[in-house]
T-cell receptor, first 114, second 113 residues
Framework: ETGVTQSPTHLIKTRGQQVTLRCSSQ?????VSWYQQALGQGPQFIFQ???????GRGNFPPRFSGLQFPNYSSELNVNALELDDSALYLC?????????????FGAGTRLSVL | TQLLEQSPQFLSIQEGENLTVYCNSS?????LQWYRQEPGEGPVLLVTVVTGGEVKKLKRLTFQFGDARKDSSLHITAAQPGDTGLYLC?????????????FGKGTKLSVIP
């Protein structure tokens, strides 16, 4: 139990639709990262938020966007969904200070795009 | 692009056997982490190694970070069915204040009773 909770656990959407995934980070953790894990692959870094601002981004198009709120919870938004967006989306939170590279993962949201 | 190559991709062994999985990169990371992931769950952190040559033990699991901080290995002694899962290595790098993890594709381990 990492204290990181994600919702919903599963989601089915159709091509072209938009989706919002939510993450509640572990208490006291002010950094949130989002990853996409396709079937049979390792997680791929989407972006990171620190103190409500984007703090680093991986190789994902602008239709992937996010938000972090004052309580450090976070959202991942994906517009114009494509079939290849089907994946497990993982959120991870990190404590402040020198342990920022230690990330605690939630159980993920399984997104299926039909 | 910093890539982490894990080998083997799949491993099926009998309970009680020993095994080693490898994680290799051409790039240097500030630290390297090992995670285990079970179906339907997120990755769970097992260990973080920071110093080149570092060895850490976690019960029957031994983790080693290469001297040049580019590679790592995970050795499991006397594997048990509860060790079954996807083992992921992840390299941490920092840039402009962010800390990104680069994951390998993982080693899927099955321990047969």
């Amino acid at each position: 139990e990492t204290g990181v909770t994600q919702s919903p656990t599963h989601l089915i959407k159709t091509r072209g639709q938009q989706v919002t995934l939510r993450c509640s980070s572990q208490s006291g953790h002010n950094t949130v990262s989002w990853y996409q894990q396709a079937l049979g692959q390792g997680p791929q870094f989407i972006f990171q938020y620190y103190r409500e601002e984007e703090n680093g981004r991986g190789n994902f198009p602008p239709r992937f966007s996010g938000l972090q709120f004052p309580n450090y919870s976070s959202e991942l938004n994906v517009n114009a969904l494509e079939l290849d967006d089907s994946a497990l989306y993982l959120c991870a939170s990190s404590p402040p200070g020198q342990s920022k590279n230690i990330q605690y993962f939630g159980a993920g949201t399984r997104l299926s795009v039909l | 692009t910093q890539l982490l190559e894990q080998s083997p991709q799949f491993l099926s062994i009998q309970e009680g056997e020993n095994l080693t999985v490898y994680c290799n990169s051409s790039s240097v990371f500030s630290s390297l982490q090992w995670y285990r992931q079970e179906p339907g769950e997120g990755p769970v952190l097992l260990v973080t190694v920071v110093t080149g040559g570092e060895v850490k033990k976690l019960k029957r699991l031994t983790f080693q970070f290469g001297d040049a901080r580019k590679d790592s290995s995970l050795h499991i002694t006397a594997a048990q069915p509860g060790d079954t899962g996807l083992y992921l290595c992840a390299g941490a790098r920092s840039g402009a204040g962010s800390y990104q993890l680069t994951f390998g594709k993982g080693t899927k381990l099955s321990v047969i009773p």
